[in-house]
T-cell receptor
Framework: RKEVEQDPGPFNVPEGATVAFNCTYSNSASQSFFWYRQDCRKEPKLLMSVYSSGNEDGRFTAQLNRASQYISLLIRDSKLSDSATYLCVVSKPDTGGFKTIFGAGTRLFVKA | DADVTQTPRNRITKTGKRIMLECSQTKGHDRMYWYRQDPGLGLRLIYYSFDVKDINKGEISDGYSVSRQAQAKFSLSLESAIPNQTALYFC?????????????FGEGSRLTVL
């Protein structure tokens, strides 16, 4: 079983739709959580951190459920420019510090 | 100009050849990382370095070596390339550990081993 699991998609949605991505992690000691965005053939870039209280950045909302070891990302009013792969990222304690684990990503296509 | 620069961006080579991928950064970060990305597997850590005198193996270090020549430079070598090392390689930096630190990636080096 992968340490960080995501539905690979692809998710095909029309402009203006609301879409939600889910991610589960296996290590209950994980302490920090992030969503990264990766455009085709480009490098990953941080989209937002995920906090237990939930956090929102414009059209994007991230939620963390520690009890279920589950992270979500909600995108409202989807734009064509939201088309990308979304990576769920988890940091857990490891010898010498922390280890960052990347999910394989969920692909999103937003169509006109 | 990019803050994290990788060279070469694309490389095709043959089995058994030695390959070096170079990474330089202008962000002033102490921590540097090399990842590879394969379809369906996500990013996997090859090696990381927390400062010039510190080198650590990641989860898939076999067949790779690294050199931290300076705070700003971190190179990855494949001593004898094999086809299953065909992948997209990313260098990354951070100013803290993974707990709170954002990772800043280079644009990637696409390596094909024939």
């Amino acid at each position: 079983r992968k340490e960080v699991e995501q539905d690979p998609g692809p998710f095909n949605v029309p402009e203006g739709a609301t879409v939600a991505f889910n991610c589960t992690y296996s290590n209950s000691a994980s302490q920090s959580f992030f969503w990264y965005r990766q455009d085709c053939r480009k490098e990953p870039k941080l989209l937002m951190s995920v906090y237990s209280s939930g956090n929102e950045d414009g059209r994007f909302t991230a939620q963390l459920n520690r009890a279920s070891q589950y992270i979500s990302l909600l995108i409202r009013d989807s734009k064509l420019s939201d088309s990308a792969t979304y990576l769920c990222v988890v940091s857990k304690p490891d010898t010498g510090g922390f280890k960052t684990i990347f999910g394989a990503g969920t692909r999103l296509f937003v169509k006109a | 100009d990019a803050d994290v620069t990788q060279t070469p961006r694309n490389r095709i080579t043959k089995t058994g050849k030695r390959i070096m991928l170079e990474c330089s950064q202008t962000k002033g970060h102490d921590r540097m990382y090399w990842y590879r990305q394969d379809p369906g597997l996500g990013l996997r850590l090859i090696y990381y370095s927390f400062d010039v005198k510190d080198i650590n193996k990641g989860e898939i270090s076999d067949g790779y070596s690294v050199s931290r020549q300076a705070q700003a430079k971190f190179s990855l070598s494949l001593e004898s390339a094999i086809p299953n090392q065909t992948a997209l390689y990313f260098c990354a930096t951070s100013d803290t550990g993974g707990l709170t630190g954002e990772l800043f990636f280079g644009e990637g080096s696409r390596l094909t081993v024939l």
